[in-house]
């Protein structure tokens, strides 16, 4: 039954001509290579609560969550209002119930739910540090945040140093499903500092860490 609602968004995806809601092309391939790769992010959903899928384009990771978990409340933020629109759209025809759209900059949103929700992930949105600066403003102390990353994940985090302190997170673990594919987790153990989060775009312009 799961295999077939997340089929049919692949289906969804493809066909949908209002925004370009993911780079990969049919249904077949969208399933295999995109949603068959957010069910590594499942496990490390909590146990209740509420999620957001930041920067969430075609609705991955965000709606895969939701088709296993209708225990969740998830919320999928996007800056872009007809990737917004487009799911919305996809979200009524799959029939999920337990899904929100918002469409904000995630800096703007994290303002007025500061530390709101048990999990936040991103998919392909920024580097490692650049995606921890906007996933943890979102984030409850001793929430999780999530991240996908490639082969240049150790480089990425190393360049971090020893700074994530300053995000309150401990140090990343590095969560490998392929050789060169993986998942990067942060626990959050503290508050964010009131500076967090910055301005819209300045996370990617002028890194937290430098």
């Known amino acids: 039954m799961i295999n077939d609602v997340l089929f049919r968004y692949a289906s969804l995806l493809d066909s949908c001509k209002v925004a370009r809601l993911t780079g990969t092309r049919g249904a077949r391939e969208i399933y295999e290579l995109q949603i068959r790769d957010c069910e590594n992010s499942l496990r490390f959903l909590p146990q209740s609560g509420s999620a957001i899928d930041v920067g969430t384009g075609g609705g991955l990771p965000g709606i895969v969550w939701a088709v296993y978990r209708p225990d969740l409340h998830i919320t999928l933020l996007d800056s872009i209002a007809k990737k917004c629109d487009a799911i919305r759209e996809i979200v009524k025809s799959l029939g999920i119930n337990n899904v929100e759209i918002v469409c904000s900059r ?57 700074n994530w302190h300053k995000l309150g997170l401990k140090a990343p673990e590095i969560n490998f499903y392929e050789s060169n594919k993986c998942v990067v987790t942060w626990r959050k153990i503290m508050p964010c500092a009131k500076n967090f989060p910055r301005r819209a775009g300045l996370a990617s312009s002028k890194k937290f860490w430098e």
């Open 106 to 162: 995630s800096e703007d949103f994290a303002k007025i739910h500061r530390e709101a929700f048990d999990f936040a992930a991103a998919k392909a949105v920024a580097s490692a540090g650049v995606t921890a600066e906007l996933l943890a403003p979102l984030v409850k102390v001793h929430g999780l945040l999530l991240t996908f990353k490639g082969e240049k994940v150790e480089s990425e985090i190393q360049e971090v140093g020893n």
